[in-house]
């Protein structure tokens, strides 16, 4: 694996995720919105806005989910061509 593969797996599973984290955000803030009352202790109830703390939350964890799960990606398929035999050339 070059270095420009495993730059674009990171990327791309940092951006993957953190869609993905932020959709689920969203969907929680739109539709379970007591969800994040009950977890989170709130200084001004008020003033809350379940969707806004929805897309940060979902945002921050699935970017952080996504470096993590594409660090490990490259990691592991990097050691696995290491650990390949070396391709022999034919001679003609």
């Not at 990171?10 to 953190?18: N, Q, S």
């Not at 003033?47 to 490259?74: H, K, P, Q, R, T």
Request: charged share 15%; glycine share 14%.
């Amino acid at each position: 694996m070059n270095v420009l593969k495993a730059l674009a797996t990171v990327v791309g599973t940092a951006i993957g995720f953190g869609a993905a984290g932020t959709a689920i955000g969203v969907l929680l803030g739109r539709f379970a919105p007591s969800f994040y009352r009950q977890v989170i202790p709130l200084r001004e109830p008020e003033s809350f806005d379940a969707i806004e703390l929805g897309i940060g939350l979902g945002l921050m964890n699935g970017l952080i989910w996504g470096l993590v799960v594409g660090i490990l990606l490259v990691a592991i398929l990097s050691w696995k061509e290491t650990r390949r035999p070396p391709k022999q050339e034919s001679r003609q």
